[in-house]
């Protein structure tokens, strides 16, 4: 998977890029993604997510993650049949914005590390990315297992 990382706090660290990183290749491949996937995470501040939120979603505050999804279908959008071209494209699934501010106020609200919540918010945002979503209790328990399951796995714990 190429995931191109953005740190516009210049607050995220080298290990932390490298935990992200890792811990998004382990869900690609828990997910069965193909290896051409790419994507982006760009870490920001409460400020700058706010801004998006409430550009995006009429939300006039931070929020902690937010996921452009690039294969939302979307009426009267050009679609392209990746499959007829000569050559393959990558396959881009879209950006995650993380409030690197919020981050850490949830890490300490809920006890953990900074690292534990900003992989958390990375994983979070990335299965929107492919699909999965909390809208109904159905699917709010299908994605928060799967959740739960890939940090397990990966060994990022509470």
């Given amino acids: 998977m190429e995931l191109d990382l953005y740190d516009e706090t210049n607050k995220i660290t080298t290990e932390q890029n490298e935990l992200i990183q890792s811990l998004l290749e382990f869900a690609g491949n828990h997910l069965e993604l ?3 996937t790419e994507m982006s995470v760009t870490f920001v501040d409460d400020e700058n997510s706010q801004k998006i939120n409430k550009t995006y979603r009429g939300k ?9 999804a690039i294969e939302d279908e979307v009426e009267d959008e050009l679609m392209i049949n990746f499959d007829t071209l000569e050559e393959p494209m990558p396959r881009n699934i879209g950006d ?3 409030s690197v ?3 850490a106020s949830q890490a300490d609200e809920y006890g953990h590390s900074f690292d534990r919540e900003l ?3 990375a994983l979070h945002g990335f299965l929107h990315l492919n699909g999965y979503d ?3 209790p159905e699917d709010e328990k299908e994605m928060f297992g799967l959740q739960k399951e890939i ?3 990966y060994g990022l714990k509470r």
């Fill in 34 to 36: 193909p290896r051409d």
């Fill in 101 to 103: 501010d919020k981050t």
């Fill in 134 to 136: 909390h809208m109904t």
């Fill in 119 to 121: 992989g958390f918010l």
């Fill in 96 to 98: 995650i914005i993380i």
């Fill in 151 to 153: 940090l397990e796995a």
């Fill in 60 to 68: 006039d505050q931070p929020t902690d993650v937010i996921s452009f």
